[in-house]
């Protein structure tokens, strides 16, 4: 019998059988706009250090990850002991609420915040509060409300998880109205700003939360190579924090959390600053025209600082979601997050998204 903390989880969905679907659509015809993948893939200079540390698979990897830790803290101008790093930045949003959450301890989150949050709290037995979003109709639907969240917080909390940019809404706040925020925030209740998609925000009002960092011992940062990086399948994230609060966090983490090929590939991946502009650049430029290419269709698309779009298909979710599967292209529906009339269309590259538009035009004119 599960403990009573995970009695009522319920397991990952990943939305769609991806590998059934890779199958039909064999010799890459399935386009792949579910997940928020990085369509560029690694920097080459990644995929040869990649290559390389295969040599070295017999060996365990720095179980202190060093190198690729100097490399970050040069990055972010901060020491290599604010740093820890994690399979992914999904192990380290669940480690922050081991380590610092448990039973008789509020968390607290907004609503349409990433999944991951409600049950990294929920399985440590804390008691979730969540925040509800602003408005559909807001400047930023469905985003998070700082006033709401700064609301929600107890004597209790002890830890408040924000994404910014947030998935599923590809919304984000301004830098002042979360430095005044934090501001507000007692010492004892440690904020963690998820920036996963923080390399794809370009908008004038959006800051990383990192420059905060000096001022403030109860900020946690993390961040992913995921995304900008398209490090998604070797597992790669970070956090950054007072070296305080990351030495409380290291006393959780498992010895070789992150392999050595994912070392030497992420440490590469940060050499390459071309690539990360170029991609980027072509990440927020297909992005632009994507939700301008829906909303000339009537679909309604939040603004995004992510690579990916929320667009509100009403009641047409499941028939498109179907179609699109069809015709050999994933989304994912949102029904999941409490969005029943949304889905999430990762912004793919040129000819994806060409593929993606071919596909609703061809619905829309099957149902006249
Ligand atoms: N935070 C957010 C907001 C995300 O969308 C994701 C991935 N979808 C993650 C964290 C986790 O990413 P990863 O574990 O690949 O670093």
């Given at each position: 019998m599960a403990a009573p903390a995970v009695r009522y989880l319920q397991p990952y969905d990943p939305g769609h059988d991806l590998v059934a679907l890779r199958r039909r659509f064999a010799a890459g015809g399935l386009v792949e706009?579910?997940?928020?993948?990085?369509?560029?893939?690694?920097a080459p200079r990644a995929l040869a250090a990649a290559a390389t540390a295969?040599?070295?698979?017999h060996r365990y990897p720095d179980p202190l990850g060093g190198d690729l830790k100097r490399a970050l803290a040069t990055k972010h101008g901060?020491?290599?002991?604010?740093i820890i790093l994690g399979n992914g930045s999904h192990e380290l949003l669940m480690q922050l609420a081991q380590t610092f959450a448990g039973s008789g301890v509020d968390v607290v989150m907004s609503q349409?915040?990433?999944a991951v949050y409600a049950i990294a709290a929920r399985a440590v037995g804390a008691n979730l509060r969540v925040a509800p979003a602003l408005p559909?109709?807001?400047?930023?639907?469905?985003?998070?409300?700082l006033d709401a969240i700064a609301a929600a917080i107890?004597?209790?909390?002890?830890l408040v998880y924000l994404a910014?940019?947030?998935?599923?809404?590809g919304t984000w706040f301004a830098a002042d109205a979360f430095a005044a925020f934090l501001a507000r925030m007692p010492g004892d209740t440690l904020v963690v700003v998820d920036e996963a998609y923080a390399e794809t925000a370009d908008a004038p009002d959006f800051a990383s939360a990192l420059s905060l960092l000096p001022a403030h011992r109860n900020l946690v940062v993390t961040r992913t190579?995921?995304?900008?990086?398209?490090l998604a399948g070797l597992r790669v994230g970070y956090a950054i924090a007072h070296a305080d609060v990351i030495g409380v966090l290291e006393r959780?983490?498992?010895?070789?959390?992150?392999?050595g090929v994912a070392l030497a590939a992420a440490e590469a991946a940060l050499g390459d600053d071309d690539w990360l502009r170029e991609t980027l650049a072509a990440n927020a430029a297909q992005r632009d025209t994507l939700a301008a290419a829906l909303r000339e269709r009537g679909w309604p698309v939040s603004p995004s600082q992510t690579n990916f779009l929320l667009v509100e298909f009403g009641e047409h979710v499941a028939r498109v979601d179907q179609a699109l599967l069809e015709r050999g292209v994933v989304l994912r529906p949102m029904g999941g997050y409490g969005l029943p009339r949304c889905s999430r269309i990762s912004v793919g590259n040129a000819a994806q998204n060409r593929a993606l538009l071919a596909a609703l035009d061809e619905l829309a004119s099957d149902s006249v």
């Open positions: 706009l579910g997940s928020n993948e990085n369509p560029y893939g690694p295969l040599a070295e698979l901060v020491d290599a002991s604010q349409f915040g990433f559909p109709e807001a400047r930023m639907p469905r985003g998070h409300d107890t004597p209790a909390t002890r910014n940019p947030n998935n599923p809404t190579f995921s995304k900008a990086y398209a959780l983490r498992e010895s070789f959390n992150v392999n």
